[in-house]
């Protein structure tokens, strides 16, 4: 079972709607997430983290947290082309023998104008 | 430019060459980790450093050997590699893993071609 799943996409989205991502994650001592974007032959950047359960917003990005349902999405409002990439879910467990950033496939998200 | 330095940027090497990838990080950070990125693959989390610590090894082949002098450099050393090991390797570091937002910011990535 993979420990961070995400639907691989592609998921195709008109310039100016909004963009839902979605990830589940299997460790229940998960307790940060994190949402990265990768371009093509780039490292992935850091857009958003959260670790308490509901939303959280930062400009057009909206990050959404429910541990019990073990679920993290990521919503983008007024998609631009700009948005196109591949957008990387990751969930971080805290013990300290066993400390690590586990990553999901990416869905890669495609804006049309 | 993340504060996370990796080189070389691309990098080819034969099956019985070695080589060693280097990383090194300016954010006082003290957790350092190394991930494959295969194409059409998931980022593959090979192995975890925290203050100096190797804290996690993911099942990674003997041929891959990580070596973590300080908390600010990392290196990767590669011996009698196969080409199915092609692949971005990307060095990341976060604060510390005992804290809730412990993001991860990663260098640019080696490009590595076993031939």
């Known amino acids: 079972q993979k420990e961070v799943e995400q639907n691989s996409g592609p998921l195709s989205v008109p310039e100016g709607a909004i963009a839902s991502l979605n990830c589940t994650y299997s460790d229940r001592g998960s307790q940060s997430f994190f949402w990265y974007r990768q371009y093509s032959g780039k490292s992935p950047e850091l857009i958003m983290f959260i670790y308490s359960n509901g939303d959280k917003e930062d400009g057009r990005f909206t990050a959404q947290l429910n541990k019990a349902s073990q679920y993290v999405s990521l919503l983008i409002r007024d998609s631009q082309p700009s948005d196109s990439a591949t957008y990387l879910c990751a969930a971080a467990s805290m013990y300290s023998s066993a400390s690590k950033i586990i990553f999901g496939s990416g869905t890669r998200l495609s804006i049309r104008p | 430019e993340t504060g996370v330095t990796q080189t070389p940027r691309h990098l080819v090497m034969g099956m019985t060459n070695k080589k060693s990838l280097k990383c090194e990080q300016h954010?006082?950070?003290?957790?350092m980790y190394w991930y494959k990125q295969s194409a059409k693959k998931p980022l593959e989390l090979m192995f975890v450093y925290n203050f100096k610590e190797q804290t996690e090894n993911n099942s990674v082949p003997s041929r891959f050997s990580p070596e973590c002098p300080n908390s600010s450099h990392l290196f990767l050393h590669l011996h009698t590699l196969q080409p199915e090991d092609s692949a971005l390797y990307l060095c990341?570091?976060?604060?510390?893993?005992?804290?809730?937002?412990?993001?991860?910011?990663f260098g640019q990535g080696t490009r590595l071609t076993v031939v």
């Open positions: 954010l006082g950070h003290n957790a």
């Open positions: 990341a570091s976060s604060q510390d893993i005992g804290q809730m937002n412990t993001e991860a910011f």
